[in-house]
């Protein structure tokens, strides 16, 4: 019988259709890489991005050209724009403001095809390092509401260059997943004066049935109405609402266990699509004005990337309805994955 | 200058930023098939999926046996179960019930490709009664609190089987995006006293510029926060609550404005793959329980056809912000689309 489970973190149902996953449905990942003629976030073309805001590399290095571990650039053809000001206003039924935010990308390696898996937990310590500071710096600008860092892998994934690179989108409005996700935390911490994502934490410590690995500071689980096959959270174990303001150490053990996932994740699957995304704390720039959001963010925020394998393609259903089929239950998925030994 | 924009309808933001067609990105629909060795649904295959619930033929002909027109089948995979009830209860933080609802396919024609643009508008009707048909049947099931009518048309848009056909889910909650709509729909209603779709309609009418296609009862519409490129809604001019209950002559009127946009979206985009999704009337028999919602659903809400076509992948941005990126402004799709010629 399929179940219908419901996210108590972002309110809405998901179909478990255990049934459906014996259609005959291509399911180990297939992955299909964008196909670019010239790589422009290749060493030795520094010259075909914009002018990087941030780079790794040895003393010396003049920007812009080569010999660097890791970039951030401007994107070239930006979603939002930088410069002006949000100009809220109405169009008849209809409300509009400006595209302002910042589009970067971030670049993870000079090497064109190098899986994240394959990295070092040291190497993917300094990409998470990189997204700290760039995080730090565009909450400084008072128009930007929320900071989303992401990364598409895989062209059913949204990808559009193959080479490794990570997206970061300031925004001027606060985004509704995130909205949504704030309006049940801070309801959940009205009622019990806990966080919601502590508690759910504790259950799952305790059932074990979704843990998909664990290290000292950090819990990767199985959402229990995950909307994708092997879709995971990744969760620091004690509450913290801020991954900007992570200490070096709590940085490294989350490079630590996003190692582990994702070599769990490939040795499961093959080499599967798929996104992460990053959904820190809302920008707190904004606490005079919007003062209700943010007075308890501290304790009723609770910080946390989420990891979308994308091997079933979301339909009319999905798009119609909001709801997703999802044909492996996550208990299965958080079985499979802790039975992949990681060297 | 790219743009955020407000769909009242949904309440979410969109950015529209043309700076981002300029990528460089195959932009004219490539249209995959899945690849089935036999075609379940093909004329002879009558043994092969479940027993039939309705079927279009001559007099005479035996169930589940060549001959037909349109037949109505159970899908052979299905997401949710007939049988049961669906006895929600909790567990610990989170909530489920059982998967029961409704999964039929409606198999459109026994010819293995033909796009529903290449069909009579005759054609497309029988289609239609045939929705209808199944709507007034399951809404008669108390348990079932909303029916989706959708199509996937290529496998980038969800489809597993290339023969044309629909999917009718019955599920046993409102879904997300329904409900939203109804909660914005009352809203306006019980400020305005008027219908919010309505309201729209009468804009866009006035406007023009976002008008896609005309006909007696019927316009299309490219929404003013389109979240795909072209994506177009079809609404009916005089205010009507219920497809189910449409007289004959509305329901032919629907398949030619449908006709009419199907042509467009060929001529304009080659042969993207798409989705649409009827959003009909939520089921009242509910009515004593939840009289909130229903008592008056008859002004309040505005019965439409979403059309999506799927040319963009919505990416980590998109999952994990709930925010779209659409390169193409509304305005230009529906000058395009207003330009093809339809024979």
Redesign the interface.
């Known amino acids: ?8 973190i972002q309110r ?2 998901v ?3 255990k ?2 996953g ?4 291509q399911f180990e990942g297939e992955l299909r890489f964008p196909r ?1 003629s010239s790589c422009p976030f290749c060493e030795g073309m520094e010259g075909t991005t914009p002018l990087e805001i941030l780079a790794l590399g040895p003393p010396g290095r003049q920007p812009n050209t080569p010999g660097w571990e890791l970039r951030v650039v401007p994107n070239k ?5 930088v410069e ?1 000001n ?1 100009d809220r206003r109405g ?9 302002i935010g910042a589009h970067e990308v971030l670049i993870e390696t000079p090497r064109h095809m190098q899986h994240m898996a394959e990295m070092s937990p040291e190497q993917m310590a300094r990409i998470f390092f990189a997204y700290q500071a760039r995080l730090v710096d565009l909450k400084r600008d008072p128009r930007f509401k ?1 900071v ?1 860092i ?3 892998y895989g ?6 260059i193959a080479h490794p690179h990570t ?1 970061i ?1 300031a ?3 606060t ?4 909205s ?1 996700e704030l309006t049940s935390a801070r309801e959940h911490f009205r009622l019990k004066e806990r966080c ?1 994502f502590c ?2 934490l504790t ?1 799952e410590m305790e ?1 074990g049935a979704r843990l998909a690995a664990l290290t000292d500071h950090f819990a990767a689980i199985c959402p ?2 995950s909307r994708f096959p092997y879709e995971l959270m990744i969760l620091p174990r004690v509450h913290s609402f801020d991954f900007a303001g992570e200490r070096s150490e709590i940085v490294q053990d989350l490079s630590k266990i996003m190692h582990i996932v994702l070599k769990r994740l490939r040795g499961a699957l093959g080499d599967p699509p798929f ?3 990053f ?1 820190t704390a809302p920008n707190t720039g904004h606490s005079l004005r919007r003062s209700n959001y943010w007075d308890t963010i501290q304790y009723d925020w609770h910080w946390h990337v ?1 990891i ?1 394998p994308r091997m079933t ?11 997703h ?1 999802n044909p492996v239950a996550p208990e299965v998925a958080a079985d499979h994955l802790r039975k992949v030994q990681v060297a």
Request: hydrophobic letters at 40%; zero cysteines.
């Open positions: 019988m399929p179940e219908l489970r419901h996210d108590p809405r149902w179909i478990i259709a049934e459906r014996a259609r005959p449905l670019n053809y930006p979603a939002l724009q002006g949000a169009v008849g039924y209809y409300d509009v403001m400006n595209g929320y989303i992401f990364k598409n062209a059913d994934a949204g990808a559009t997206q989108i925004t001027p409005v985004p509704r997943t995130v949504n919601l508690d759910i259950q059932s229990y109405a996104n992460f995304i959904h989420e979308l393609q979301p339909a009319g259903f999905e798009w119609g309805t909001g709801l089929i």
